[in-house]
């Protein structure tokens, strides 16, 4: 059970308590109930409670409310933390034994809910999910949908990337008033664990999933290798309309003239800014590398546990990924990209004459600039990434933060975070003869080719659901920010539900959005596993800059090349 079911079972009984009371004239509120769960909800809000704000919590008068208190830290119960180096001032904290027993009730409330409702045993309560909080989006599927699932008795199987908006999609699904699914039908991994698992998936003779959600530059290569089947026909019978969604999104996820997916939803590589912060020292916000360095030197107090910046540097996908977006910003692409008014495109480039082009004023620019983040991050900057960075900037401790805006949305919602209504949302600042273009990213719904023919109209018509615009209209007002559909980044209701859905919206209109950052070759893979180990080298100090890109730059090429040979035999055949 997560802390916003628990918020919600809090909440539920609170409600049903309060008739009673009210109807009932000599009933009194029970001061430990007040007083444990006023502990609890402070404890997953993250704010601290004195032992007089406690006292007057429990409608008990004052010395009674005392005896009580103490009575219940002496039990061990409660906590006394302190709150300086004096000792003479503490703060109240449910203990781990006295969370994990209230865990134990809330699930079974949760239980019994479901087995009053008649929607589930209610024996397992970990297979469905409590709706009703800032993470489940509650729409009704179409009914089309739910017969189709009855008639077939099919136990519809995900594969999704471990983030928030998956996090959403699946309690969506599990919610108990849907019925629709359980828990235990998807699986959550992190990128690298998501990639390995679709591609081993792909060599079985049989799927182990319907749906399967890929990151949108390994459309190429899923698509190449047969791991994906073209959807092109069931686009059209499921009621999808292509013309809905933004034209640079729909066309990530075509290879060679075929549909292979559906986005599920784009995300955007962002600067985050501590607004209070810099509207305290009167800074301007940053606009270029040396900006960001200079404002970070500012902030940057390490002792104080305060940091200038927070970027993706952990080995592997994450310092890849931070690399590309960073020469991006110097105005190149990695590969030899045909070169458009406003950026770089993949279409009409001929995939057997293309090249690296890291080994140039882009690329030791954005490696350079990497350098000196790091003097402005924290220590283990090389060692963090996604969840880690953006929990350093939620918790208040760094002045600036890279991040997608689908993570960053926490920063408005998360009942954890200290710096709600406190962040400006930037464009990527530009490096030496760059632009301020923004990369775009995010996830394809596509099918397995090996799924059996009998279950792949079912599997479109769940993506179809998943992707259609209720559903993102109603993730959008439920904190996830962007969703690729005209319709919805149009709506009214939707564009005040987020700053960050009002700021992606600014950046389209300026044509600040692009893909071609990341483009979705069949090589894409291997250049960022290159990256990943190189460009971390030559940060670590274990190897010099330039042999690191000569290094990167002679496997990509190798990489390139092999390809390029394979295609020539597959058409000479």
Same mark, same amino acid.
């Given at each position: 059970m997560n802390e916003y079911e628990m918020l919600r079972v809090i909440d539920f009984i609170e409600k049903t308590r309060r008739p009673f009371r009210e109807v009932v004239e000599a009933a009194d509120d029970d001061a430990i109930w007040l007083i444990v769960t006023f502990l609890i909800k402070s404890h997953i809000l993250s704010q601290p409670v004195s032992i007089s704000t406690l006292g007057q919590e429990s409608g008990l008068p004052y010395a009674t409310s005392m005896r009580l208190i103490n009575r219940l830290i002496d039990a061990g119960s409660i906590n006394k933390v302190a709150k300086g180096t004096t000792g003479k001032s503490f703060a109240l904290q449910p203990s781990d034994q006295l969370l994990r027993s209230f865990e134990v009730y809330a699930r079974k409330t949760k239980s019994l809910l479901a087995q009053t409702l008649g929607l589930r045993a209610g024996e397992e309560e970990d297979e469905y999910y409590f709706g009703g909080t800032p993470l489940g989006s509650q729409i009704i599927p179409p009914m089309r949908l739910v017969q189709k699932r009855a008639e077939s008795q099919i136990e519809l199987r995900f594969l999704l990337n471990d983030d928030n908006y998956f996090s959403a999609m699946r309690n969506m699904w599990a919610d108990f008033r849907n019925n629709l699914a359980s828990r235990k039908n998807f699986d959550l991994l992190p990128l690298p664990e998501l990639y390995r698992r679709a591609r081993e998936n792909g060599a079985k003779p049989l799927s182990d999933y319907d749906v399967i959600a890929i990151n949108m530059p390994w459309l190429g290569e899923f698509a190449e290798s047969g791991v994906i089947r073209p959807i092109d026909q069931y686009v059209q019978k499921t009621g999808i309309n292509p013309l809905d969604f933004h034209p640079s999104i729909w066309s990530a996820a075509t290879w060679e003239g075929k549909d292979y997916g559906v986005p599920g939803y784009c995300t955007v590589e962002l600067l985050a800014a501590r607004k209070d912060l810099f509207a305290d020292t009167g800074l301007s916000f940053p606009k270029t590398f040396d900006d960001v360095i200079s404002a970070g030197r500012k902030f940057h107090d390490p002792d104080e546990g305060m940091f200038g910046a927070v970027w993706d540097g952990a080995r592997g996908m994450p310092i890849a990924s931070s690399f590309l977006f960073f020469m991006g910003a110097c105005g190149h692409p990695a590969i030899s990209l045909r070169k458009t008014r406003s950026g770089f495109t993949l279409d009409g480039a001929n995939l057997e004459e293309l090249s690296c082009t890291i080994l140039s004023d882009a690329g030791f620019a954005a490696l350079e600039y990497m350098r #000196?983040?790091?003097? !402005?991050?924290?220590?283990?900057?090389?060692?963090?990434?996604?969840?880690?960075?953006?929990? +350093?900037? %939620?918790?208040?401790?760094?002045?600036?933060?890279?991040?997608?805006?689908?993570?960053?949305?926490?920063?408005?919602?998360?009942?954890?975070?200290?710096?709600?209504?406190?962040?400006?949302?930037?464009?990527?600042?530009?490096?030496?003869?760059?632009? #301020?273009?923004?990369? !775009?990213?995010?996830?394809?719904?596509?099918?397995?080719?090996?799924?059996?023919?009998?279950? +792949?109209? %079912?599997?479109?018509?769940?993506?179809a659901w998943m992707a259609s615009r209720e559903a993102m209209k109603a993730h959008v007002k439920n904190g996830f920010p962007v969703a690729p559909r005209f319709s919805v980044s149009a709506d009214p209701e939707a564009a005040a539900s987020s700053p960050i859905v009002r700021f992606v919206d600014q950046l389209a209109k300026k044509n600040l959005l692009h893909t071609w950052q990341r483009p979705k070759i069949p090589q894409y893979t291997t250049i960022e596993k290159v990256l990943g180990e190189e460009i971390h080298d030559a940060l670590l100090g274990n190897k010099p800059p330039r042999l690191a890109l000569e290094h990167a730059s002679a496997q990509i090429e190798t990489s390139l090349k092999s390809t390029q040979r394979s295609c020539v035999r597959r058409s000479a055949i």
């Open positions: #000196r983040l790091m003097e !402005i991050s924290p220590p283990k900057i090389l060692e963090m990434a996604w969840d880690r960075t953006l929990e +350093v900037f %939620l918790k208040g401790r760094a002045s600036l933060g890279y991040f997608w805006t689908m993570r960053a949305a926490r920063f408005e919602y998360d009942v954890q975070s200290v710096v709600k209504r406190r962040v400006e949302y930037l464009p990527q600042p530009s490096g030496p003869g760059g632009t #301020r273009a923004s990369p !775009i990213g995010g996830f394809l719904f596509c099918i397995p080719t090996n799924l059996p023919e009998d279950r +792949v109209e %079912l599997a479109a018509d769940a993506i």
